[in-house]
Structure formats: C-alpha cells, structure tokens
C-alpha cells in the first residue's frame, strides 16, 4: 500500500474525527465520498420504491421520457441518513449502487410492521397514500 503523508486535523477538513476514519478509504476525502454515494443511493431508491414509475401509453410507447414527468425525492422529504462504515480486511471495492437493492424491501418491512399493511407492489403509492 503507499505510504500518504498525514495531514493535522485542521488541514483534513471539517470532517469529524469519527468520519474521517475508515477502513475503506485511506484518505478523509474518500471516507466521505463512500458516504455520499451510500446516501445518494438511498434517496435514489427511496424515491424510486415510493414514487417511481415509468408510465406506458395505449400503444406501448413511454410517455415518462424525461425527469420534469419522472417524480424523485425533494430534499425536503429525505429522512435522516447515517452510514455506517464497517471495518473489515478485505481490499476495498466499488460501493455504486450497494444501498439500492435492499431499499425498497427494508422500506415495505417499515410499512408492513408499522401499520399492517403489505406493500405487493411498487411505487408504493399505488399502495398506500405518502404525504
């Protein structure tokens, strides 16, 4: 592995001690880059397990061609994040797309345990009503 010259805590940036170390990235630039794409990924698929929809005209053709008719989640209806980032042995690897898969299911769970309501089908507002 190269060796990296330490920088003092004021020189890393205004990243928490705690955030700034990890097992995946060497640098603190790269702690929080795996950060942003965990949590970019969860608003992606929280928006897309609750409001995604790609819609088919009578002909078959996609009238949803385009972000201005494709509903994603607004700043204002994304929950609190916190990523945790597990220590491990393994070289690092990609982290692209690793919170997608699992959104939607753990979200339908939440649903399904809070108010008894299975979720069969997405964009879940074809289920249940979200303000």
Do not use: C
């Not at 702690?31 to 794409?37: D, E, F, I, P, S």
């Not at 929280?46 to 088919?56: D, F, K, N, P, R």
């Not at 042995?89 to 919170?99: F, I």
């Amino acid at each position: 592995m190269p060796t990296r010259t330490r920088r003092s805590a004021a020189a890393a940036g205004p990243w928490p001690r705690a955030a700034r170390r990890s097992p995946y990235a060497t640098t603190p630039a790269a702690t929080n880059l795996v950060r942003a794409q965990v949590e970019g990924g969860l608003i992606y698929a929280l928006g897309a397990a609750l409001w995604g929809e790609i819609v088919l005209g009578d002909g078959g053709q996609i009238i949803t061609q385009n972000f201005a008719t494709y509903p994603v989640m607004e700043m204002q209806s994304v929950p609190q994040i916190e990523v945790t980032l597990i220590e491990s042995a393994e070289p690092p690897t990609g982290v692209g797309e690793v919170s997608v898969p699992a959104t939607a299911p753990a979200l339908t769970n939440a649903i399904a345990a809070l108010t008894g309501t299975r979720i069969r089908r997405l964009p879940i507002t074809k289920t249940i009503r979200v303000v």
